[in-house]
């Protein structure tokens, strides 16, 4: 569990340094939007970005999951990976809100062979605070990108929940 902490905090740490050696005036990509696939952990759905010129984008995430239906705004902060082509690392910052259809079953009584079962539904909203750092990739003269970012959340429902996402983002751009 140290050794965990240890190389996410290594991994942001160097990604910090990194972007002290970049040219402070070049551009993160040569892209406006883009649109795509996530597929990690817990975020597995759709992507949009946004790139405001700069350094500064905006990303959408529409997910799903076992009944569930997750939208995630982010801010992100691109910058380029040291003198890397078509490579830049983002950090950043957002939200979710989440809407969640849970059921549960408990064995009730048996009777003569047959056995009933007890079916609760609750249908129930979460929201949360998301953080994002990761690298992505533009090829030159290609729509494409592809990315891999790590995502911790905290999804406030009851109580505090605190999770670790990663995943792999495919993007068309334009």
């Known amino acids: 569990m140290k050794m965990r902490k240890s190389l996410k905090l290594g991994l942001l740490t160097g990604m910090i340094a990194i972007s002290f050696l970049s ?9 406006s939007n883009g649109i795509g696939v996530r597929l990690g952990g817990f975020s597995h759905g759709i992507t949009y970005k ?21 939208l995630t705004g982010l801010y992100e902060y691109h910058r380029p990976l040291g003198n890397a082509q078509g ?21 009730y009584y048996r009777n003569k062979n047959r056995v009933y079962v007890y079916e609760d539904r609750m249908d129930r909203r979460g929201f949360g605070i ?3 750092l990761g690298l992505e990739y533009k090829f030159n003269n290609v729509p494409i990108t592809l990315g891999l970012d790590l995502k911790p ?16 983002t495919f993007r068309f751009t334009f």
Not at 87 to 107: K, M, Q, S, T
Request: negative net charge; glycine residues 12%.
């Open 130 to 132: 998301d953080f994002i």
């Open 50 to 70: 946004h790139k405001f010129g700069g350094a500064d984008a905006l990303e959408l995430i529409a997910s799903t999951g076992r009944r569930s239906l997750i």
């Open 153 to 168: 959340f905290v999804d406030f429902h009851e109580a505090a929940y605190s999770y670790w996402d990663g995943a792999f």
């Open 23 to 31: 040219p402070q005036n070049a551009p993160a990509q040569d892209y």
């Open 87 to 107: 490579f830049n690392w983002f950090l950043g910052g957002g939200a979710h809100i989440g809407f969640y259809n849970e059921g549960y079953y408990y064995y």
